[in-house]
């Protein structure tokens, strides 16, 4: 890991002055707010809701056991399944379509488990990483201490009220963010996602880029009945009004537990020509898109615009599962980018102002 | 010598640099008009990028464009362009030289290790399930024998001493058992292999080795074979470790290995068994019956290839990967199988 010289100096999310930390609290002396800070983790998210892979009081126990006997064997204990999701290099395979520098401060929001945070550190000055959910960015502070990753900074807030300063990040990370954007405010879920886009935007330096990891709404393994992220199978292909009336009406087997501010439909995703049109109203412009089977591990990623390289790629592969070679048997015989675009199951997607 | 993954120093080239390198090397008129496919393989710090560089609307790429994650072993790739020149050299005149990529570039770009080569047309072969053998299959095993037995035959070393091949055999025995935690049947069966050595080595002959000839480093183009990935390459080594690494590489492939436990008992025997007799009867046989390799030496000499296989790939890298693992998977399989026979018997 790299020493970090300076964490980056944190503002008020309500006057944008500068804040003061002093012993447990750091305080706004403009507007005279406070917020505490916990095992070195400021606290801005207020209220904030619970999300998680795992129930609320597993994560704490989880939590409890990673401090006594180091986060690795408490993640084998208590989130087995999730091991490679958490610790897989391959998180971050996405990082040659943005080309690191090693003088780059970067923003992970949602930062989760720091599945992107911690391979990043390696690479870059300062990694910031913003989680809204407190057990979370606990999670992520003892695993900080334990991996002595001395050049990341976590921060527990909301992106609906960020602490930092604009015009300040080389590199913005919404890995498996933006979809869930709009479950802790009330609005509607498109506006909601365009101010966080822009919000975001305003964080970037000059020359700085977002990099979105992401589910296509239409993507093959929707269609297949893939769940989304209602937790129910084909939500995202439904009119919004509907998905929202089937959430309602039926019940679900939970993978992600979410306190949502209301049971409707409200994690939205896109087609390409959706997120195309949604990140030019957030002001970005130089949007590049790729597909990708999955944009949590990137491991295979392809031009949209040229369906030989994926055709290239389903050529040398034999899938072990039926889905997996219906998609194989589409993907061959789509031989046009129209489909790839429609068809692909994740997007990574790089955008700059 | 054994590099943790946390220590690793990460580099991945950006496909902006790619581009810009591919337009240094004069490859492309229009850099605009490249498109790529970025293929991440195995995890760090094996890991490695390439990247298929396709021009415009073409269907098939022109560059393959290899990286590191891991600068230590992205040396790896530098080595990997000297053994193609060599091996190209060696081969000059046979028609085993169109089989191999041509290298345009191995050095540093960007702070990175970086191998360019010519892409090699046709698809990779990839024999299902041991269940659903088919006549293309074994065709193709036929062919990937073939073509190794030629390669062989052109770059055998004449006249080595038996010493020396019994000494090489002796230590690689050795390293295997230093550097893996082996069950008791294993070290059993290293026991019994021990004692061959003096036979095998005046019947097994040295010659040049890609060291990781499997069926993910071979193309098909009707009757061609094209051979890629030589990282591993020497000229003088052990002939039966690319005919043992082939076979155990196909046979982990079609058990889902390593991520199957080989240990899980009878579920697995009776594939495997049906799997080795596929790869001897097509593939191994074949093979031996070209090199002139009698059948009894070549049952001897594939445990020592998959021992030296292993410790080849592990000497490689400094850490365990999915290769060297392969090939003590399938010593694992060998051993297990030869205490059953005793044990029957």
Same mark, same amino acid.
């Given at each position: 890991m790299r020493e970090v010289t300076q964490e980056i100096e944190l503002v008020c999310p309500a006057c944008r002055g500068n804040v003061v930390a002093s012993g447990q609290a750091i305080h706004c002396p403009a507007c005279c707010r406070s917020w505490p800070v916990q095992h070195g983790v400021p606290l801005f998210a207020e209220n904030a809701l619970y999300w998680g892979e795992l129930e609320q009081a597993r994560m704490c126990e989880l939590n409890a056991m990673a401090r006594q006997d180091g986060w690795s064997k408490a993640v084998d204990v208590f989130a087995g399944h999730l091991k490679d999701y958490i610790t897989s290099e391959h998180r971050v395979d996405w990082i040659p379509l943005v !080309?690191?520098?090693?003088s780059w401060r970067v923003l992970d929001m949602g930062a989760g488990w720091g599945g992107n945070a911690f391979p990043l550190c390696r690479h870059v000055e300062q990694v910031v990483a913003v989680e809204s959910v407190p057990e979370r960015t606990e999670f992520l502070s003892i695993r900080k201490e334990q991996e002595a990753a001395r050049n990341l900074q976590v921060i527990c807030a909301s992106v609906h009220s960020l602490p930092l300063p604009e015009n300040s990040f080389d590199l913005i990370i919404l890995n498996g963010f933006l979809e869930w954007?709009?479950?802790?405010?009330? !609005?509607?879920p498109r506006e909601i996602q365009k101010e966080v886009l822009a919000r975001v935007r305003h964080l970037l330096r000059d020359q700085g880029c977002v990099y979105i990891g992401i589910e296509n709404r239409f993507g093959i393994n929707m269609l297949l009945g893939d769940n989304d992220h209602s937790n129910m199978k084909y939500t995202s292909l439904m009119p919004r009004f509907m998905a929202s009336l089937v959430m309602r009406l039926g019940s679900s087997t939970q993978h992600f537990h979410v306190q949502a501010i209301e049971r409707s439909y409200r994690t939205y995703t896109y087609s390409y020509w959706g997120y195309l049109k949604l990140l030019h109203e957030a002001g970005y412009r130089s949007i590049e898109i790729r597909g990708a089977l999955s944009y949590n591990m990137p491991t295979v990623m392809y031009c949209l615009d040229h369906a030989h390289g994926f055709r290239h790629y389903l050529r040398d592969i034999t899938p072990r599962s039926a889905k997996g070679r219906i998609v194989r048997s589409i993907g061959l015989a789509a031989g046009f980018p129209a489909f790839l675009k429609l068809l692909s199951p994740c997007f990574c997607i790089t955008a700059r102002q | 010598m054994f590099l943790h993954h946390s220590t690793a120093v990460t580099i991945m080239l950006s496909e902006k640099s790619i581009r810009s390198l591919l337009g240094d090397l004069g490859l492309f008129s229009d850099t605009e008009q490249i498109r790529f496919l970025v293929l991440h393989t195995s995890v760090a710090p094996a890991g490695r990028v390439v990247y298929f560089a396709f021009s415009g609307r073409e269907e098939q790429p022109r560059w393959v464009v290899k990286s590191r994650h891991c600068q230590a072993i992205g040396y790896n790739l530098l080595a990997e362009g000297q053994a193609l020149d060599r091996i190209t050299e060696r081969l000059?005149?046979?028609?085993?030289?169109?089989?191999l990529p041509r290298v345009l570039f191995a050095g540093e770009y960007d702070h990175s290790v970086v191998l360019v080569e010519t892409y090699r047309h046709g698809t990779q072969h990839l024999p299902g399930r041991v269940a659903s053998e088919r006549e293309s299959t074994r065709r193709y095993l036929r062919q990937a024998a073939s073509w190794l037995s030629t390669f062989q035959t052109h770059t055998r070393l004449p006249g080595v001493p038996s010493a020396e091949i019994a000494a090489r055999l002796s230590q690689s025995l050795d390293q295997f058992a230093a550097y893996y935690p082996l069950l008791e049947f294993e070290r059993v069966y290293l026991a019994h292999m021990a004692q061959d050595i003096q036979e095998l080595s005046s019947h097994i002959h040295l010659c040049a080795v890609h060291g990781d000839f499997a069926f993910n480093n071979v193309r098909v183009n009707g009757r061609d074979l094209s051979v890629f990935d030589?990282?591993?390459?020497?000229?003088?080594?052990?002939?039966a470790v690319d005919p043992a690494f082939w076979a155990g590489a196909l046979t982990c492939f079609w058990l889902g290995?390593?991520?199957?436990?080989?240990?899980?008992?009878?579920?697995?025997d009776a594939e495997l068994r049906a799997g080795w007799d596929i790869l001897q009867t097509h593939f191994l046989l074949p093979y031996a019956a070209t090199v002139g390799m009698p059948t009894s030496t070549l049952e001897k000499a594939v445990p020592f290839g998959l021992v030296t296989a292993a410790m080849k790939q592990l000497l490689a890298y400094g850490f365990h990967s999915t290769g060297d693992e392969i090939a003590r998977l399938m010593f694992r399989f060998l051993a297990r199988q030869s205490t059953l026979l005793a044990t029957a018997s």
């Open positions: !080309g690191l520098s090693p954007a709009a479950i802790s405010k009330q !609005g509607r | 000059a005149g046979t028609s085993l030289v169109q089989a030589w990282e591993f390459y020497s000229d003088s080594g052990l002939c290995l390593p991520a199957t436990d080989l240990m899980e008992g009878p579920r697995h």
